[in-house]
């Protein structure tokens, strides 16, 4: 054991990335144990308790620090763009990258029995990301190309993303995609023209194939040959 492995916060993140490589190992948090970061860290299981009082509050504070990532990821990737609606897409697919990046850790953070109870702080970091794409909506509403309440909009996408990362992650028994980056933006895509189309037409408005056809084969051609002209 080392005897001065750290101080304060330097000790503190040396315990959450034992803690997140452990989970990352075992596949979940039911095998964590304090005793076990303790000895990946260096220390003795009582240092541990002056920062972490039990397993729930040290898996807590590593999913805290996934949300932090997370919400990181999406802006770092919204730079990339001017157009709001092009920035909004660059989220999506930042969402299901990173979730595929980090299966352990998402379903800790999203796929959680509803029972299971979340930190105070956890819910307030979920909610700014959340908030993050309720702001990403807004602009495309002030831009014009989505219509609607931002936050139901933004809710409706974020379960899109959500379950193509929550599919991916699970291994379901039909074959995957072959090309993931291509079904990862087909799937952000969709929800995102799909969106822009129903957040303009009110709810009783029947979709009835045969006019839609014709209006949706008009609208590609005209997009694509806006395209050209580019």
């Known amino acids: 054991m080392r005897a ?16 997140e490589r452990l989970l990352v190992d075992a596949g979940g948090d039911e095998a964590l144990t304090l005793r076990a970061v303790a000895q990946h860290v260096g220390v003795t299981t009582p240092s541990l308790y002056r920062h972490f009082h039990d397993k729930a509050s040290l898996v807590s504070a ?11 990821r999406m802006q770092a990737a919204a730079l990339d763009h001017d157009d709001p609606f092009q920035s909004l897409g660059a989220r999506g697919r930042a969402y299901v990258h990173f979730g595929l990046e980090h299966p352990v850790q998402y379903r800790l953070l999203l796929l959680r029995p509803a029972a299971s109870a979340h930190s105070t702080a956890e819910e307030q970091a979920a909610r700014a990301c959340y908030r993050e794409v309720v702001d990403a909506v807004r602009s495309c509403v002030h831009a014009g ?25 699970s291994s379901p028994p039909f074959p995957p995609p072959q090309d993931l980056d291509a079904f990862i933006d087909a799937t952000v895509r969709t929800a995102g ?6 957040t303009r037409l009110p709810a009783e408005v029947p979709l009835i194939a045969t006019s839609l ?7 590609a051609q005209d997009l694509s040959q806006d395209q050209e002209g580019h």
């Open 145 to 169: 190309v989505l219509h609607g309440d931002p936050a139901a909009v933004a809710l409706t996408l974020w379960v899109t993303v959500h379950g193509c990362v929550s599919m991916l992650i």
């Open 213 to 219: 056809t014709v209006r949706l084969d008009q609208l």
């Open 62 to 72: 590593v999913c805290l620090r996934v949300w932090h990532e997370l919400g990181e």
């Open 4 to 19: 001065n492995p750290g101080e304060g916060e330097r000790l503190r993140e040396e315990i959450l990335s034992a803690a």
């Open 193 to 198: 023209l799909g969106s822009a189309l129903a």
